[in-house]
């Protein structure tokens, strides 16, 4: 295999194809910083297929078709990650990208496959430029990500700051001044934003909702959510139901 692999990427050198440069590697979240008019115009299915797609094409697959599937799929892997970087809720990112995988996937021809890399393309740069405005630190990014990562995992500003190799008081101070929050405030206020989602599922009662969160009892879930939210866990549950 390995001898196979060698032979294939010194062929792959000798025909003079070359990849996307590797500046794009560096900052992948650049791609969200050109103008919507740029954007467009790369969107335009003739651009994305002739010039984007059908080069990768070549190589990628053992068809045209195949090729520029998985084409799209490795850099809808990149406009994910980059978005996620750019402050897109990381389960959004990444449940977009399940989607338009599998839209890919159905696609029948090279026409087909260009219309939904216009659509994911442009989808990924909305949601990115919605979120510009909240643009952090590489350390907080970074931080946020971690936080949203683990939502349903006990976490502390000890462990954070650790994880991103920074001084807990030094990290706390740059978390708030980014974000107008203390990162244990930060921490709080993600947990019940994920519990209003929770309570939607009326499988779920309260506690479990509560120690699912890794809070210490349901009711200092119930005191933090009726402190931040304006109502108990309950009377939420009730309000949205009553909405349908």
Same mark, same amino acid.
């Given at each position: 295999?390995?001898?196979?692999?060698?032979? =294939?990427?010194?062929?792959? !050198?000798?025909?003079?194809?070359? @990849?996307?440069?590797?500046? /794009?590697? %560096?900052?992948?979240?650049?791609?969200?910083?050109?103008?919507?008019?740029?954007?467009?115009?790369?969107?335009?299915?003739?651009?994305?297929?002739?010039?984007?797609?059908?080069? =990768?094409?070549?190589?990628?697959?053992?068809?045209?078709?195949?090729?520029?599937?998985? $084409?799209? /799929?490795?850099?809808?892997?990149?406009?994910? +990650?980059?978005?996620? +970087?750019?402050?897109?809720?990381?389960?959004?990112?990444?449940?977009?990208?399940?989607?338009?995988?599998?839209?890919?996937?159905? $696609?029948?021809?090279?026409?087909?496959?260009?219309?939904?890399?216009?659509?994911?393309?442009?989808?990924? =740069?909305?949601?990115?430029? *919605?979120?510009?405005?909240?643009?952090?630190?590489?350390?907080?990014?970074?931080?946020?990500?971690?936080?949203? %990562?683990?939502?349903?995992?006990?976490?502390?500003?000890?462990?954070?700051?650790?994880?991103?190799?920074?001084? !807990? @008081?030094?990290?706390?101070?740059?978390? !708030?001044?980014?974000?107008? *929050?203390?990162?244990?405030?930060?921490?709080?206020?993600?947990?019940?934003? *994920?519990?209003?989602?929770?309570?939607?599922?009326? !499988?779920?009662?309260?506690?479990?909702?509560?120690?699912?969160?890794?809070?210490?009892?349901?009711?200092?879930?119930? +005191?933090?959510? +009726?402190?931040?939210?304006?109502?108990?866990?309950?009377?939420?549950?009730?309000?949205?139901?009553? %909405?349908?």
């Amino acid at each position: 295999m390995f001898e196979r692999a060698n032979e =294939y990427v010194n062929n792959v !050198k000798r025909s003079g194809f070359t @990849h996307h440069k590797y500046e /794009i590697e %560096q900052n992948p979240a650049a791609i969200f910083d050109v103008s919507p008019e740029v954007v467009e115009s790369w969107i335009h299915t003739e651009v994305l297929s002739k010039k984007i797609m059908f080069p =990768y094409a070549e190589i990628l697959g053992p068809n045209t078709l195949r090729g520029m599937k998985n $084409c799209v /799929i490795t850099f809808l892997v990149t406009f994910s +990650r980059a978005a996620i +970087r750019r402050g897109v809720d990381y389960e959004t990112a990444l449940c977009l990208s399940d989607f338009y995988i599998n839209e890919l996937e159905a $696609c029948m021809n090279e026409n087909e496959v260009a219309a939904v890399s216009a659509d994911l393309l442009r989808h990924y =740069y909305l949601l990115a430029n *919605q979120k510009k405005k909240t643009k952090h630190s590489y350390h907080v990014s970074n931080a946020i990500v971690y936080i949203r %990562q683990n939502i349903f995992n006990p976490l502390s500003v000890t462990e954070i700051a650790k994880n991103e190799g920074l001084e !807990k @008081h030094y990290f706390s101070t740059l978390f !708030k001044n980014e974000t107008g *929050q203390s990162p244990s405030a930060f921490i709080l206020t993600e947990k019940l934003k *994920q519990s209003e989602e929770m309570l939607k599922d009326r !499988k779920k009662s309260v506690t479990e909702i509560a120690y699912t969160l890794c809070f210490c009892s349901a009711s200092h879930f119930c +005191r933090a959510f +009726r402190e931040h939210i304006g109502m108990t866990p309950l009377e939420y549950r009730k309000k949205y139901y009553s %909405q349908f």
